[in-house]
């Protein structure tokens, strides 16, 4: 019988959420159907809402679901009804790079994450004006249920509230996972974080865990980088038009040997990576507007210097979610502190918060 949701759809680009009821199918073989609970809202969803990135409209978006396994399709045995789970992101599971444990560079992500449509090529929902596109990131969380896949839905044990687990499905596994699995340093080594959004704070408490020293935080707005020195930051950074390179080599003179960037912007990337030591890393995070370009200085790179990206940090989500969620337990990975919750209802508002910098983490409460 197919399900009755609630959903924040989006109509225009650039335009509000508005909050419809939409009709979704049953699942089918390797779906899931979730009841969500929670949704965190990353900038992937403020990206798409502003710009097109391949996602057609009317469009349902939302990519960090947590919730109750309500039913499952033929074929399902990972999770069962009333199994809690956190949704990730979508991968096929076959391709070359899903059969090399490297899920997050599947060859059919932007079809499996952006495209509106599910693989058979159906429209997902139907709305009072007709077809709704949504699946994305295989799930469309922004609503009260969620059809996802049994790859991208990963049963978690305990009893953390909806809103703690929600984000770790996109936005903290970014950030801790390109420190743990993409830059893999070592205690006693540096590293440095350029934008104290959620990821970049993911990414520092990641850093922090792992024993990292000198733990550098560069930002704009002062008061996060007091959160950042709270959550165990040796060092700030504040970015007002200052030498960021030679601030950054003002504490480690030899130069930094990791830097994480979520900021986007030429400028300080290019100063990050001349901050770097020989053979330094600069892992870059932002999913920037169409047209950027940034310079560097290529002899930069002669020193062995590595400039990189990272999706969903180098994560394989059914192994890293619940990896996060035991040192969150640990104490290690006190991600909760980011979170400011709203009803699903008040999305523009919380949307409006995260832009303007005054919730770093907002999770949508669905009932
Ligand atoms: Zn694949
Ligand atoms: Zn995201």
């Known amino acids: 019988m197919p399900t009755i949701a609630t959903a924040a759809i989006l109509h225009q680009r650039g335009g509000p959420f508005g909050i419809e009821t939409v009709t979704l199918a049953d699942p089918g073989p390797g779906q899931v159907l979730v009841k969500v609970h929670a949704c965190g809202i990353c900038f992937t969803d403020i990206g798409v809402q502003n710009y097109e990135q391949g996602t057609p409209l009317p469009h349902v978006l939302g990519h960090e679901g947590a919730g109750v396994v309500l039913a499952t399709g033929p074929g399902v045995t990972r999770v069962a009804a009333g199994d809690r789970v956190v949704l990730s992101y979508a991968s096929c599971g076959s391709c070359p790079r899903c059969s090399a444990a490297a899920p997050q560079y599947c060859a059919s992500f932007m079809a499996l994450n952006y495209s509106g449509l599910l693989p058979d090529g159906s429209v997902p929902m139907a709305g009072a004006d007709g077809p709704v596109y949504g699946g994305f990131f295989?799930?469309?969380?922004?609503?009260?249920?969620?059809?996802?896949?049994?790859?991208?839905?990963?049963?978690?044990?305990?009893?953390?509230?909806?809103?703690?687990?929600?984000?770790?499905?996109?936005?903290?596994?970014?950030?801790?996972?390109?420190?743990?699995?993409?830059?893999?340093?070592?205690?006693?080594?540096?590293?440095?974080v350029s934008g104290t959004g959620s990821v970049g704070l993911a990414a520092l408490m990641a850093a922090v865990a792992s024993g990292c020293g000198p733990v550098i935080a560069i930002d704009r707005n002062p008061e996060r980088l007091a959160l950042a020195a709270s959550l165990g930051a040796t060092h700030t950074i504040l970015a007002d038009g200052r030498d960021l390179s030679a601030a950054i080599r003002a504490i480690v003179p030899d130069g930094i040997d990791f830097l994480v960037d979520t900021t986007g912007v030429g400028p300080v990337i290019r100063a990050g990576l001349e901050a770097l030591t020989a053979r330094g890393q600069l892992a870059m995070l932002a999913v920037t507007p169409p047209g950027t370009e940034i310079t560097i200085n290529p002899n930069v790179l002669l020193g062995g210097r590595h400039l990189r990206g990272a999706v969903e940090g180098d994560a394989d989500p059914q192994a890293f979610i619940p990896l996060m969620l035991a040192r969150h337990r640990a104490g290690q990975f006190p991600h909760d502190r980011l979170v400011t919750t709203y009803r699903l209802a008040q999305i523009n508002e919380a949307i409006a918060a995260m832009r303007q910098g005054s919730a770093i983490k907002p999770v949508l409460l669905m009932d």
């Open 138 to 192: 295989g799930q469309s969380a922004f609503a009260s249920h969620a059809l996802a896949y049994e790859r991208n839905t990963v049963k978690v044990d305990g009893d953390e509230p909806f809103s703690t687990l929600a984000p770790l499905g996109c936005g903290m596994q970014t950030g801790a996972g390109t420190v743990w699995n993409s830059l893999a340093p070592r205690a006693g080594q540096s590293l440095a």
